[in-house]
């Protein structure tokens, strides 16, 4: 079992390839993989380090695999958690609700009080409104494959640059895809 477990829901694939690219770079034998489709809470339980990630739909809903996986959510206590978020968006699409489902899951885990690790600045992003802003920056790693397809890479190399830090891992980073 590797020592971060990295959860996501994806319906056409996107948000399921980001997982993986954080796993390379992050390492096989550091993260285990999980669509939410197919676990349930007792999965969570075998981590101290967890990565959640989440698209937004439309008009700022929920992807369906997590929307049936939100009551459980909210039961997992993750307080002795750190938790990375990410999520994807369409900012010029739906830029009234960019990542609005990533700051939606933010705000059902921090009741529990985790430790969270890799909030993202909000340069670079032209978008009208978001829940996952807080504070001046994004909850987690922002990524917009419909707009901004082609800063994905780098945007992934310095955001598992800072949560390899921040998870204070000694493991070796694989940069690029």
Not at 36 to 43: F, G, N, P
Not at 50 to 65: A, E, R
């Amino acid at each position: 079992m590797a020592i971060i477990g990295l959860f996501f829901g994806s319906d056409e694939g996107n948000t399921e390839a980001v997982a993986q690219r954080i796993q390379k770079r992050l390492g096989a034998d550091v993260v285990d993989v999980y669509d939410i489709a197919d676990v349930t809470q007792l999965e969570f339980t075998q981590y101290e380090r967890i990565i959640l990630g989440i698209p937004t739909w439309d008009f700022g809903q929920i992807q369906s695999d997590w929307e049936e996986f939100w009551d459980d959510l909210g039961d997992i206590d993750f307080s002795d958690k750190t938790i990375a978020l990410f999520g994807l968006g369409d900012q010029f699409g739906y830029g009234d609700y960019f990542l609005d489902a990533m700051g939606m899951m933010h705000e059902v885990i921090a009741r529990h009080n985790p430790t969270w690790i890799g909030y993202w600045p909000l340069d670079g992003y032209e978008y009208d409104a978001s829940k996952a802003e807080l504070d001046g920056q994004f909850v987690g790693l922002a990524i917009d494959e419909d707009q901004q397809e082609d800063l994905t890479a780098e945007r992934l190399d310095r955001w598992c640059e800072q949560i390899h830090r921040e998870f204070g891992l000694q493991s070796p980073l694989f940069l690029g895809d």
